[in-house]
């Protein structure tokens, strides 16, 4: 067993010209648009010659609620991806890229883990293709088309109490949360109150990710609400006339990326946004993509399995008409002691009572998805530390569950660790079993959406929302918007709002402080206890370790 670094081992892959991984999936070169000799966009005419191809398989790897011992979900699903590959089948992963803000941050790239990772890594956990600073550069024409357009005349009546439209940073920055623009006197324009929220919160970031076509594109961009009038009647962005000039911005950010896996199978990194305060998949149009492409396509949502999964199909499905056809939940043994109510400093020793404790949110995790119709495999993700015994306490308790547990030790050995996952997970995939339904209906209420998820997925006892609130939702539902699914902001590590709250809670309360309407995305965001749509940095952060060696190589990074 290695004990390199995932940076070094990333930096020791044999990588392919990215060409050859293009001809493992039929695409002709001259339809690729290189990014040096690893990485290229797939472009919109192959993309559109496609459409009437049959779709393969798709996969959905989803996890426990995070915890600081370790899940791995990218890493199982670049590893599922190469197992399958490994058995003979066509596969291909979609995962999404990666944010400057946790890289500099504390948690880290999103290129997987070990002996399963897809590179270039530093390319990908960087500046990658640009797509981020496009979708950055678009929200920030926007803003700035905003309060040109009231400087010079205010032609839409825009009351400028009620801009909606907030700016973007690809950062962690807390101090830019809340701010006060335009002052300096009359030629900066007239001060109002701001912010900034990351990049993979805006509602261009959402747009990009569902959007199925440049004309698709510029349709959801001009139905952005940017503020209202003093009549209380929304200004779009189309009002404003920036959807174009975004879209122009926004060509290439469109076009899906390709790289590949240390084993050369392809993989399409396209799209950012976090589940904890967005809609956590990667785009449509890459999931699309490969679908057409290849037999079975693996793919990711973020976070634990209450957010990024419910979203993925409460969301993207729905939006996108896509369904899955097998559920792997990531979970490890390590993750189920600190549930258990073990230190991390303690995660060394054997605690197979702790485990069997911790095995709640396991099983919480497999409930829900299972209601949504979908067969679920858990994917114990392998730690050199966990015994036997602890193993298969987690064994036994998904057996009590009516689903099945696979050991998987891809971190280390590749896709050699992961082919009694995959031939597994092609069977369930191939049989045809999975009766995919959403949880709620288009036509439900707003509030009783959200009350569904709140009770369904977290078993909370109540939703607490002030009357601004709930006459908000009634506005909308009145204004047309009605329909649309809800996309919960809530902390990642619960299932409640308290992140300290591990485990299987229930009987908790679910706050709403605040609704936010995406009318281009097509959802409405609703932003529980006391998440952040700008998150801060640690007191240490990995931007303090991250720098360039004396030959010129990224150290620090991972």
Not at 144 to 169: F, S, T
Not at 224 to 248: F, N, P, Q, S
Not at 369 to 387: E, Y
Request: charged share 25%; glycine share 10%; proline share 4%.
């Amino acid at each position: 067993m290695s004990f390199k670094s995932d940076i070094e081992i990333a930096r020791d892959a044999k990588k392919q010209p990215i060409q050859r991984v293009g001809d493992k999936l039929g695409i002709p070169s001259d339809h690729l648009l290189p990014f040096g000799h690893d990485k290229a966009k797939v472009d919109q005419e192959f993309i559109d010659s496609l459409r009437e191809r049959e779709d393969g398989k798709l996969i959905l790897v989803t996890a426990i609620n995070p915890t600081p011992a370790g899940e791995g979900k990218t890493t199982t699903t670049v590893g599922l991806g190469d197992g399958l590959n490994r058995i003979g089948k066509n596969a291909a992963i979609c995962i999404r890229e990666a944010s400057l803000g946790p890289c500099f941050g504390m948690k880290g790239g999103a290129a997987g883990g070990g002996y399963a990772q897809v590179v270039p890594m530093e390319d990908m956990n960087l500046h990658f293709t640009g797509d981020f600073h496009a979708i950055t550069s678009a929200n920030n024409l926007l803003a700035a088309m905003i309060d040109n357009h009231i400087y010079w005349g205010n032609d839409q009546d825009i009351d400028e109490r009620r801009v909606a439209w907030r700016r973007v940073m690809d950062m962690n920055d807390r101090a830019l949360r809340d701010i006060v623009v335009s002052l300096g006197g009359v030629a900066n324009g007239f001060p109002r109150q701001g912010g900034f929220d990351i990049t993979v919160a805006s509602e261009v970031m959402a747009i990009l990710c569902l959007a199925t076509d440049l004309e698709d594109l510029q349709r959801r961009l001009g139905d952005i609400i940017v503020a209202y009038r003093r009549d209380r009647t929304a200004v779009t962005c189309r009002d404003i006339k920036a959807d174009g000039a975004m879209t122009v911005l926004l060509k290439d950010a469109m076009q899906p990326n390709l790289v590949q896996t240390l084993e050369n199978n392809p993989a399409f990194v396209h799209g950012g946004p976090f589940a904890n305060i967005a809609h956590g998949c990667n785009s449509v149009m890459a999931t699309k993509t490969a679908l057409k492409l290849a037999d079975y396509v693996v793919t990711e949502a973020g976070f634990g399995a209450d957010l990024g999964a419910e979203k993925f199909m409460n969301i993207k499905c729905r939006k996108a008409g896509l369904a899955p056809d097998a559920v792997v939940l990531v979970a490890t043994v390590r993750a189920m002691k600190m549930n258990g109510g073990v230190a991390k400093g303690d995660l060394g020793e054997e605690n197979v009572e702790a485990v069997e404790q911790g095995c709640a949110n396991l099983g919480r995790h497999i409930g829900n998805l299972k209601s949504f119709g979908v067969p679920v495999v858990v994917a114990i993700n392998h730690f050199a530390g966990d015994t036997d015994a602890e193993i298969q306490a987690v064994l036994d308790y998904v057996e009590t569950q009516g689903s099945e547990a696979i050991l998987c030790k891809h971190w280390a050995e590749g896709s050699a660790g992961t082919e009694e996952l995959a031939r597994r997970v092609a069977e369930i995939a191939d049989s045809g079993v999975s009766q995919f339904s959403p949880l709620y209906r288009d036509d439900l209420p707003l509030f009783e959406k959200i009350d569904r998820i709140a009770k369904s997925i977290y078993r909370a006892d109540e939703v607490i929302a002030d009357k601004k609130v709930r006459d908000q939702l009634k506005a909308w539902e009145d204004a047309g918007f009605g329909d649309l699914p809800v996309c919960m902001a809530k902390t990642q590590y619960s299932f409640s709002t308290d992140p300290n709250l591990r485990g299987a809670p229930a009987g908790h309360t679910l706050p709403i402080r605040e609704v936010r309407l995406s009318a281009g995305a097509g959802f409405v965001v609703v932003i529980c206890g006391e998440i952040m749509t700008m998150p801060g940095l640690p007191s240490k952060p990995a931007a303090e370790s991250i720098r360039l060696n004396e030959t010129g190589e990224v150290e620090g990074l991972f």
